[in-house]
């Protein structure tokens, strides 16, 4: 096991051995790299605090399942690997990043039989005012067609249409793109789910079963809303238009949480401030998120909020 020091302190744990972020490496024939062949999660770290941690493993697991591909290691192993990881990088606010590819095989389309997957685990500091200041201030998203494949259920690095979404939406002025299907509607951001409220304060998000990720934080904020006693949400697909009319939206990912949008595609949203709602379900998600990580079973993912009938306005 190394203990050389990367210059920037980043240490980063690749198949059995924490490494200095930058000798950190895969092998060349890697699956991940040559075919997009792996899987990925993202873990919010606030406050020393790993968010939603079972759901991002849930998740993790179904993704590798869905491809035929293994855990490198048991779940407690790897809670142990990501907990050493956030150690050795001294990460109280941030994101710890997990990736499982297929591993390292002579270049051939076909899927090889045996299994050695090969696991990554790096973590990146970010100071958290970075959201908070776009909490307060609101983000602005720009539309752009959704050109992904029909199996976007599963969290792989296959992530190129997603790229191009988001750098065409920046080069817009705006923060993050929203994926608009074949019928006009908003299908999620390229790295977020996508959310409204309408005039009489009915929260949407798109339905799982029509090709999108299925957000852990989108789950998190159903169980944190349905705690409240929020029960006006519908899980169905909403036109652009229906996003013009709304008066507020959101975005929501581990890495932000939830992020008010102002504008899309130039045109404000409501009033072209932070919704109460779209606050309100921030808070009330990470209030339910930080208790779980504390060890105070909050029903976030113990019966997987990601099965958990939702509570449909009669
Ligand atoms: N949708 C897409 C396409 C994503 O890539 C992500 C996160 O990376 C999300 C939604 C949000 O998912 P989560 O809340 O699990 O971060």
Redesign the pocket.
Do not use: F
């Given at each position: 096991m190394s203990r050389r020091k990367s210059p920037t302190g980043r240490v980063a744990y690749v198949d059995g051995r924490y490494l200095p972020h930058a000798a950190a490496s895969v092998h060349i024939e890697d699956r991940g790299l040559q075919f997009a062949d792996s899987v990925y999660e993202?873990c919010a770290v606030n406050g020393g605090l790993l968010m939603d941690e079972a759901g991002?493993l849930n998740r993790l697991e179904r993704s590798l399942h869905e491809l035929a591909m293994e855990l490198p290691m048991q779940r407690q192993a790897l809670k142990a690997v990501m907990r050493e990881t956030l150690r050795r990088n001294r990460l109280k606010d941030g994101l710890l990043y997990l990736q499982v590819t297929r591993g390292a095989y002579r270049r051939d389309h076909m899927i090889p039989d045996a299994k050695r997957p090969s696991l990554i685990v790096t973590a990146r500091a970010i100071d958290p005012q970075t959201y908070e200041k776009r909490r307060a201030e609101g983000i602005a998203v720009a539309t752009v067609p959704d050109i992904r494949w029909g199996r976007?259920d599963i969290?792989t690095t296959g992530l190129l249409p997603?790229v191009l979404a988001k750098t065409k939406a920046r080069q817009a002025g705006a923060y993050e793109a929203w994926l608009v299907d074949a019928k006009g509607c908003i299908t999620?951001?390229?790295?977020?789910?996508a959310w409204i409220v309408t005039k009489d304060d009915v929260l949407i998000t798109r339905d799982l079963a029509s090709n999108?990720?299925a957000?852990?934080?989108?789950a998190g904020v159903f169980a944190a809303l349905s705690r409240a006693g929020i029960n006006a949400v519908e899980e169905r697909a909403f036109t652009l238009a229906e996003a013009h009319a709304a008066r507020e939206a959101f975005i929501?990912?581990?890495?932000g949480g939830v992020l008010p949008v102002v504008r899309i595609d130039g045109r404000p949203v409501g009033d072209g401030k932070p919704g109460a709602t779209t606050l309100r379900s921030h808070s009330l998600y990470r209030e339910l998120a930080a208790e779980e990580a504390r060890g105070r079973p909050s029903g976030l993912h113990g019966e997987s909020a990601e099965k958990q009938p939702i509570k449909r306005r009669s």
């Open positions: 993202v991002h976007c969290k997603n999620e951001g390229s790295s977020t789910n999108i990720l957000g852990v934080t989108r929501s990912s581990a890495s």
